[in-house]
């Protein structure tokens, strides 16, 4: 049998955080907010693919992990069935300065139901001329 004797050093205190070195840059400051829809649109992508790889079995997982009701967490998913170019569009929302978004969950869902992508694209079209010159950009 061997024995080997080392001395270990344990430091109970939580380590000191490091100051970051100032750049010569100065830091960007981005205006205004994503749109939630945008955000609801990058989860559904990212909880459909946990999904798909086997990260979750089914959606009652994943909405235990979300911390959701599970019908909440499939109208969420519901958006991944929507065509790729609105999928595109809505991730890529100009940034909000102020009020309310104009594009919301709830105006996309019948588009979602819609399984034949050109009818999709038609209902989005009415979609986006409905809610104004805001949205124009899309």
Do not use: F
């Amino acid at each position: 049998m061997i024995t080997v004797k080392c001395k270990v050093n344990v430091n109970l205190k939580k380590p000191a955080k490091k100051k970051a070195e100032p750049s010569d840059e100065p830091p960007v400051k981005r205006r205004g907010k994503v749109p939630r829809i945008s955000r609801l649109m990058a989860l559904a992508i990212r909880m459909d693919e946990m999904l798909r790889r086997g990260e979750a079995q089914d959606t009652i997982e994943l909405a235990e992990l979300g911390k959701v009701s599970q019908p909440r967490l499939t109208q969420i998913l519901s958006l991944s069935l929507l065509a790729p170019e609105i999928q595109e569009a809505l991730l890529y929302l100009p940034r909000e300065m102020t009020g309310r978004s104009k594009i919301h969950e709830r105006n996309l869902r019948p588009i979602t139901k819609q399984l034949c992508w050109v009818k999709q694209r038609e209902m989005w079209s009415d979609l986006i001329r409905s809610v104004g010159p805001a949205a124009k950009d899309v």
